[in-house]
């Protein structure tokens, strides 16, 4: 049975493009134009599998995407990072000053919001996704219409690249994680990277207590976020990305949170990408 494997996006998008770096086989892409219909499509049984988007170099993270794990009790079984080019692409026969207008999904507009300060008479137009727009410039035939998009999306929908690599810090990744509706993926001896949530109460002190756990059991916290509990105001959840040489050391570490933090939950554990 073909692996389906769902994206926020469609074919053309850097969603698109880490499936085809991350997965050996040629999966079924089920695309999905929010984060929203993705996790829905995962549950619903649509998807084997889903590829999110979870923090960029420059912009952060995509914060609403660790409360959507989380509620949908969602498994992290991996992650992929993503070197991100940024592409303006037109309508075969356009060139740079039939340009009027440009659309793209909001962060890649603030990511190359430099290269528009030289032309002023663009608009700038946000829009759910960058393989998108590429699709409906090609598919409408729009002129006077841009979309900044990865060459995959130009190659795909017969686009011409009118700028290569507008992007303004040209080192810029994204972090990916691949989720499921299970947990069960790797062997404990393949796992060195794991994602936590944990609740602290408001005794003074009580966060640091925590990462001086994490510390002592020899784990290397790697990335933390905080994000506010609806149900009660000015109580804040942490999400914590964690890396350790031997899973045992993780293992203790479990035992020993569990105890000291509230609503302790594993999200996921996993192969650290970046080694």
């Not at 190659?155 to 994680?177: G, H, M, S, W």
């Not at 404990?188 to 408001?202: L, Y």
């Amino acid at each position: 049975m073909e692996l389906k494997i769902a994206i926020q996006g469609i074919r053309g998008s850097n969603h698109h493009q880490v499936v085809q770096e991350y997965f050996e086989e040629t999966p079924d892409l089920v695309e999905c134009m929010s984060f929203d219909v993705l996790v829905h499509r995962l549950l619903d049984g649509t998807a084997d599998k889903g590829v999110m988007a979870i923090e960029n170099s420059i912009a952060g993270s995509i914060i609403p995407n660790y409360a959507l794990i989380y509620h949908h009790q969602l498994h992290i079984i991996g992650e992929h990072y993503l070197n991100i080019h940024h592409n303006l692409m037109v309508l075969k026969g356009q060139a740079m000053q039939d340009i009027e207008e440009v659309r793209s999904h909001p962060m890649a507009l603030l990511q190359c919001k430099e290269f528009f300060r030289s032309y002023p008479h663009i608009k700038l137009v946000e829009d759910a996704d960058t393989a998108e727009t590429a699709k409906q410039i090609q598919e409408k035939k729009l002129k006077g219409i841009a979309a900044i998009a990865p060459k995959v999306a130009a190659d795909l929908y017969d686009l011409d690249i009118v700028a290569p690599e507008i992007q303004t810090i040209k080192n810029n990744a994204t972090r990916f994680i691949i989720v499921k509706t299970k947990n069960k993926e790797l062997p404990k001896e393949e796992i060195n990277k794991a994602s936590i949530r944990f609740v602290t109460d408001h005794k003074r002190g009580s966060l640091a207590t925590i990462l001086n756990v994490m510390s002592d059991c020899l784990l290397n916290l790697t990335k933390i976020q905080s994000l506010p509990i609806i149900e009660t105001p000015w109580k804040y959840a942490f999400f914590v990305d964690i890396t350790f040489d031997r899973y045992e050391y993780f293992d203790k570490a479990k035992s020993l949170l569990s105890i000291m933090s509230e609503d302790f939950k594993v999200l996921g554990e996993y192969k650290n990408a970046r080694i």
